[in-house]
Structure formats: C-alpha cells, structure tokens
C-alpha cells in the first residue's frame, strides 16, 4: 500500500510546530506601551552614552509622525504598539564569564534547540552570539576572533566599547527615519550582534546570531551591524524561533552591512519563527529591514531560507554605490496554513559595472499566500549595470496564492536588465516518475522541491544548508497539489 | 480653478448632459460624479500611477463644451485614416459627431452614435444589459467620463454577423479652443458568432493642448471574435488617458494591438475580464518614442475561468528623455485551473536620459496552471550592428533595421494589412529612416 495523499495531508497538518516550547526564565520584562520615557528607560538601563539616547529620542520622535506601510500585500491585525513590552531580558546578576555561569534553564533551552553553545563551539566551529528577546546573552569564540583584531559582540556592549565605530556606522545604510518599522527599531533595539572585520583579515569562521523571543507578550527589536573593512571576508550566519504562544508576537529587526572596498559580506538567514498554527493562530510579525550598502568592488550576497512567521514583511537589499560592486539575493521562502510573505529584494545600482543577480524560489501550500516583491533601480550615472532575476513559484493545492511584483525601473542606457518568471505545481509526471522508480510520493515531492530550490540552497554555508532542508522537509511534505 | 473642482461645479451647473433627470442612465452619472469627486484625479501616490503623474497635464484650463462645427472636410484629415480600404467611420471633431466625415451604418449591424443609442427607445434593452456594466466604476477617471457621458461611438453588431469591412472611430481636435478636454464614451457589443474589426485613433491638428479621457466598453459573446487596433501619434501636445474594457463569453477572441508612436502623455488602462471557459486575450503593443514623450500601459487580464488563454506582448524603444511605463497585470483566480498565461514586455533604452519603469506582475490562486512572465531591459546588439555595417549598411539604417527586427513580432500578428502596412511607415518616419522595403 502507498502512502495517499490524504495520510500526506493530515501528517503535515498534524506536524507540530518543532520548537515551540516556553523556557521559564525569570525575566527583566518592561511596563508594556511606548513613550519617550520608555525609550529612555531602554537607553538607561543599557547604560548607554548620551548620543545613543538622543540618537534613540530621535528615531522615536520621527516614528511618531510615521503611519504603518499598508502596501504589502498581506492581511493582519495590526499590532498594538501600546500594548507591548518593549524590553525583555533574562534577568541576570552580573554579565557572564563563561557558559557554566548562564542559567541552566537557558542551556536546557538551547540544547532543545540543538545549539547546544558547548558542542557547536568545539565541533562546529561556529562563533555565535545568542540573542534571547532581544538581549545579547551570550556570545562565543570571543577570543580567537580577538587575535585576528576581528570585534564580535553585543551590540550594546560594542556601543560601550567600540563607540567610534558604531557612532559611524549605526544608521548609514538603514537611516531612524528610513520606514516605520525600522524607525520603531531604532528608537527600541534592546540588543543585537555588532561585527567589525579588519582590513584585509578573512574571517577564519562563520559568525552567527541566534534569536529567540521568549517572553509573552513582547516585542523583539533587535539591531545587527555588521562592518567589513577594506579588503575583508565574513560569512554571517543568523536564525531565529520562537515557542508557540495564541497571540501575535512582534519581531522587527533591523540589520545593516557594511562592505568596505573590496571587502565581502555573505550573510545568510534561516528564519524559523512560530509560523501560527494550522488554523492561523498567532505567530510572529516579522517586519524586518535588512540593507547592505557595497563599496567599490565590494560584494555583498544574502541567502534567505524563510519558513516560519505568520507575516513576513522583509527585502534585503544592497545599494551598489561602488563602481564593479555586486549584490546578490538566493531566497527560499516557503508558506503554510495561513502564513503571508511578502519578501523580496532591492537592488540599487549606483556605481559603473555594477551587478546583481536575483534568485528567488517560493513554495505556497495550505491556505498561504507568498509574494515576491523586487525592486532593481539603475540610476542615470550607473553605465554597464547588469541584473539578472529569477522568480519561481511553486504552488501545492488551490488555496494557496503566489503573487509577484517585480519593479524595473531603468535610467541608463547601457543597463542590462533580465527579469523572468514562472509559476508551476509539481508535475503528477514528474512525481509518476519517482513512485514508478520505487520512491514513494513523499520522499518524492521532498526531492522535487530540493531539486526547486537547490540553486539557493547551494549557497547556504554547510550547517545552515542541512538545517534548511531539514526545515523545508517539515514544512511541506505531503502538501502535494 | 483647479481642473477637479471645474469639472464637479459644471456637472451640477449643467447636469453633465443634457439627459432625462428621470432615466436610469441619468441615476449612473450622478453616482459617477460623486465617486469622481470623493476621488479626485489620481496622484503619484496611488500605486498604478506611481509612475504617471498627471500633476503637469491637467494644469491647463480645459474648456468642457466646445462650440459647434467647424467645418473640416474629409481632405484636410484623410491622411489620418486607413482610407486605402473601405470601412465604416465615425468621425468626431472637437467631441461632437462630424457627418460629413462619417460613413455610418444601420444595415444589419448598427454603427452609429452614442447619444442616438441612448436616446432611441430600441436600443434601450442594449444600453440597460451592457452600458458600464463591465467598466471599473471605482476609478475615478472611468467614474468621471461616465458622469460626462454624452457621445461616442455605439456598435451593435448581431449574432452570425461577419462585419464585411473594418470599423474606423476617429476622434479629431481642431484646436479652435486654447485647450480642450473631451470625454468620448464608447460601447462595443458583438454578438454570438460575429466577427468585428476596428481601428481607433485619436488625432489633435494643431499645438492647441488637449486632454482626451476616453472609455470603451467592449462585450465578446460566445465564439465572437473582436480585433481592435489602437493608433496613437498624436502631436506632442495631446495626452490621452485611455480606459478599455473587454469582457469576453465562452470561446471569444479578443486582440488589441496597441501602438504608441506619438502624444505627449498617453496612459493605456487595459483591462480583460473572462466570464466563461475556452477564450484566449491577446494584448500586444509597440511603443516608440522620442522627446519627453510618456508612455504608461497599464494592462489586467483576470483570469476567472478553467481552460483560458492569454497572451501579451509589449515592445518599447525609448530615445531622448522618454519615459515609459509597461505595469501587466495577471489575475489567476482560484477556479481558474488549466490557466495559461504569457506575458512578455521587452524594452531598448537609446539615450541616457530615457526611462523605463516595468513591473509585470503576477497573482496566481489556482496551482493547475502555466504563468510566466519574462522582462528586458538592453540596448541594441554592438555586434549585430557591427556585422551590418560592415556589410556597407549606414548606422541610422542598421539601427533602424535592428529595431524593426524587434518590433516584429507585434506587427506581424496585424490581420489588416493596410494597418500594417500603415504602422511600417510610422515606424520609419519616426527612426527617420527608408529601408526600401516593407516588413
């Protein structure tokens, strides 16, 4: 006997969300709402220097004036930005030496997650700072990085240590002001990664970021600043969950790179937020902004695997100012049940020989929606620009939508510009062909959409691209159309 | 004044046009003046006008009711017809129907006026069963043409009917007035079987500045077979925002070939909407253009039914401080299984301070189904230029022979050969080329 759809369909509405529990920390949670007090109070309680608050005041007084984006093509109950924390953290003592000192539970939590910190430090190889509701708690391999003059930190300890750096930086490339969400960030961030390469060092590891929101009923703001000096290398890892909770959590985060000449930044994410449950209860907000800003011959490359998240609201660009930069955009972005995406990318040629390639793949089951949104602009200045997009959709099941808008808008003659899409379902031949080979329906849809996506997963650094599969697998098996 | 509030003021001053305050139709306009005047003249603001701003074009001090005839004969504008071929005609000058230019017909078929087929009690049945009944009454340039309604071109073309010759609509503005805004209203209906072609034109003859804000509703019933031919080379102080609507019935086809060639700003909203299985929609369009032309095609094909086709196909070559705009739009719905739809805009930027914004744009709810769309922007091939050249073919000829090439495809699908032959010729005097021979 085969496995029938029908056995398909009601496994994968079955299969639990993975990481859904609560971890019960005690924690350091603030009087819910927002006002400049509370903005203050954020900045107090970091201890942060006084340009830091008045640089927070400001992104919140701008943020007032702002009215939330209702372009995107998703449907949701606005969050209430009154009635949210906005800042929760593990409460602690004093700032941890060593991994023994962190709260047992913190660590049973992390091994649940299988970033066992001790582990992946030894075997994998993998420096990660851990962000939990939006407090840096712990960060890795501080040392070895530390003789190659690379700095990774908290963000609030960078803003303490390095504040040339983040003075300079902070704000460059996504301005307080840029959009509602990231003025929000700004005004709030509690925490994140801060990454500074030297010039002409190659990082000797993947960097990564570990988010988790916790606590009920709060928001997660965090901030990454990532800058490559001249000539640098840094592969930047990031995922992200969080436990399964009724009410719509918020996470609006904010992440910057820098690519200094000739420098290179790959920065890769696996977005696995409680995606809500399979009748489209709770899940995260996610409205990040993500940008990168590329100096000459400088490269900059996302890799996106979305998966989780009720509403995903995130285009990670790069601003080609650079003359012979490149930027490049690999992304998977997979719904279920009730989730919405809305993600994409946007590549802004500035400088002369400037190049960008777009690849995106989306994959819609259940009763999802999954867009993609792209925007390549090629301004008068940028001679011999060159882009190439890609968008596939994949549709499993008539109650699913996959929308695209993509933007062109070309002011130089000599730009190159090449935009293709396509939408399909997963062919009853190609799946024929598999059962016919002695490969049952499932492994067979799970080799198809590996085969889909293969072009983004392989870019995926080795670790992230096992976990990708592993989560592209869960969310769709058996959602065969 | 402001344009808005003019246009708002004169309906209640005049009540718009002069009909029956009693009848149905009088009951629509009001309701479309005040969907007009809650909406306004749409702003960059406004997604589908993100590019199109109309802020410079409806500064100027429209006169609404241009006076009586002013006797232009059919020799002073006959090179702006097909006139190789016989065809029925209606003609309109400054908005108002010119007889002596017009070769209309109640034989069998009825192309006439649209005032007349409001007016005239046998066509009451018609005008209740298809007049704005497919046209978007939310949007306000439609709403405001609709509470104008007043003349325009009416065809009725009944069951079995192979219409023997196409249908010529032109629209002339004589310039007697400083600027002008008119506000044609046309209604297509073809029937079961028929089989119907026309050709459109707006053509201003002077440097006098006009606004045209035209609607046309046209209806496919089952197996019908509408192909419509949009000229558009307007002098460069014309700007024309056109709104079509098609609906179409089981097993029609419709074509619409869009040739943008001149005007100051032309705005094309195009827009299919499928009510039954088995019809295709084809939307093709060559745009060229020079100067600080603008160019917006706008176009939607929803795709509502199972076993439905659609096929678009835009080219634009872009000179000087052109902009151009190309936003398609598909809408596969959830029923709509075994869809296939193609759409394809490819474009060539000449000059460094030409434009192109295109956002071909997909939004699929059925899985059965085969969508692509596909999007260029680029410049002439150097080496296809080159081996030209060097076979002793001047650059402007190359360049022009390479662009023709390009513009092919579309042109080659015209069914009319005097169209096409037509189109060649603007295409030529508009590279300011003669290739000797004819594509």
Redesign the interface.
Known sequence: MGYTEEELKKELETKEYEYGFYTDIESDTFPVGLNEDIVRAISRKKEEPEWMTEWRVEAFRAWEQMIEPE?ANVTYKKPDFQNISYYSAPKKKDKYNSLDEVDPELLETFNKLGISLDEQKKLAGVAIDVVMDSVSVATTFKKTLAEKGIIFCSISEAIKEHPELVKKYIGSVVPQKDNFYAALNSAVFSDGSFCYIPKGVRCPMELSTYFRINEAGTGQFERTLVIADKGSYVSYLEGCTAPMRDENQLHAAVVELIALDDAEIKYSTVQNWFPGGKDGKGGVYNFVTKRGLCETNAKISWTQVETGSAITWKYPSCVLKGDNSVGEFYSIAVTNNYQQADTGTKMIHLGKNTKSTIISKGISAGKSQNSYRGLVQ?N?RAENARNFSQCD?L???????????????????????????????IGEDQIFYCNQRGIDTEKAIALIVNGFSKEVLNKLPMEFAVEAQKLLEISLEGSV? | MELKDKLVSSFFAYEGNGLDVHSPIHDICSDAIKKFDKKGFPTKKEEAWKYTSLNAVLKQNYNLYPKGDTGLEFKDVMRYFIHEIDSYKIAFVDGRYSSNLSATSHDGLDVCLMSSALSKPKYRIIIENYFNKVANTEDSLTALNTAFLKEGAFINIPKGKVVDKPIQILHFSTGKEPALMLQPRNLIVVGENAHVQIIERHQSLTDNPVLTNSVTEIFANKQAIVDYYKIQNDKQSASLIDNTYISQKRNSHAFVHTFSLGGNLTRNNLNFYHKDEHLDSTLKGITIIGDKQHVDHHTLVNHAYPNCESHQDYKGIFGDRSTGVFNGKVIVEKEAQKTNAFQQNNNILLDDKATINTKPQLEIFADDVKCSHGCTVGQLDEDALFYLRSRGIPAKEAKALLMYAFANNVLESVKIPEVKARINKLIAKKLGVNLGFEL
Do not use: D, R
Not at chain 1, 396 to 424: D, L, R, V, W
């Open positions: 372009w090629v008068s959709s549709l499993m099941g008539n109650n699913c939508g996959a929308h695209t808008f993509p933007y062109i808008e070309a002011k130089n003659k000599t730009a190159q510009i090449e935009h293709e899409a396509t939408t399909s379902k159309g």
